[in-house]
């Protein structure tokens, strides 16, 4: 198929971008990367009247420090966030959530600010960031705001964005001294994840604190705190016992529908099953000298 009609513009200032896509109201989107937006535009299941490329813009992509954390530019290609040294240093679980992006095409082409607007329930980005508690920076036309993770994504393909918003950055903070895991379950590698969960545990006074985090992906409407399961974390240590009553409490609230690619209680087993694969890997991680 092809898409309906719109106008295009490719401003070359971030300024500019803000002032046109505000113009547009509802009716605009950012173009980013393309992997997510091109396709839903051939199927016309998005009619834009206004299309802002961004691919123009200066300042927007590259890795910096932040602190003890990292800052990562919208604009940054998926690819280049997934190999910087700063982010596999400093958020190696955003590092390990983009490797299971697509392929190295897709990641080449796709930025990690795309992927965190697109705000796809199955998106692996997405998953890492709240589970890093990310805060992302929004830039419009009544200026600069930051939302945190936790708050941004807030349902299918819908964030906390308002219209004329252009996401300019995120950053994370750091991760050192934590234990961290990614995984996910796919009929392929580089399809779609069935579920997939991103831990993060961290210890206070030997015993698991509040920082800990468990997100869980493909099963909701959004990707998903498993708040159920961390509580079943704060204040015990990270023994085998307490990591498998957390895990078997990870699809609590969640209410999958069933599909061609499994029944719900399928993908409850799933996403208890990548919890307790996650929570193993980032107890290892934790526990290492």
């Known amino acids: 198929m092809k898409p309906v009609d719109f106008d295009y513009v490719a401003p070359p200032v971030l300024e500019e971008a803000v002032a046109v896509l505000a113009s547009a109201g509802e009716d605009g989107r950012v173009l980013a990367g393309g992997q997510s937006l091109i396709p839903l535009l051939n199927l016309r299941l998005v009619r834009p009247r206004l299309l802002v490329d961004l691919r123009r813009l200066t300042g927007l992509a590259g890795v910096r420090a932040a602190g003890d954390g990292v800052a990562i530019g919208a604009m940054t290609r998926q690819a280049d966030a997934e190999t910087a040294p700063l982010v596999r240093e400093r958020a190696p679980l955003l590092a390990a959530a983009l490797a299971h992006v697509g392929h190295p095409a897709i990641r080449f082409r796709g930025t990690v600010g795309g992927s965190l607007a697109h705000a796809d329930p199955l998106a692996e980005v997405p998953a890492a960031a709240l589970a890093l508690d990310a805060t992302l920076t929004l830039t419009g036309p009544d200026g600069v705001r930051r939302v945190a993770a936790e708050d941004f994504f807030q349902g299918f393909l819908a964030t906390a964005a308002a219209p004329g918003e252009i996401l300019t950055e995120i950053e994370i903070p750091a991760c050192a001294g934590r ?22 545990l961290a210890l206070q006074d030997g015993r698991l604190g509040p920082a800990s985090r468990i997100v869980v992906l493909g099963s909701a409407d959004r990707c998903h705190r498993a708040r159920a399961a961390e509580a079943r974390l704060h204040g015990e240590p990270p023994t085998a016992s307490v990591l498998d009553a957390a895990a078997a409490v990870a699809d609590a609230g ?7 690619h499994g029944s719900a ?10 919890t307790a694969r996650a929570l193993g890997l980032a107890a290892a991680r934790l526990a290492a000298p």
């Open 179 to 200: 234990g961290w895991a990614f995984v996910e379950f796919s009929r392929r590698h580089g399809d779609f994840a069935l579920a997939g969960a991103a831990v993060v």
């Open 265 to 274: 209680e399928y993908r409850r087993h799933l996403v208890r099953t990548m």
């Open 254 to 260: 969640l209410e999958p529908a069933s599909d061609v």
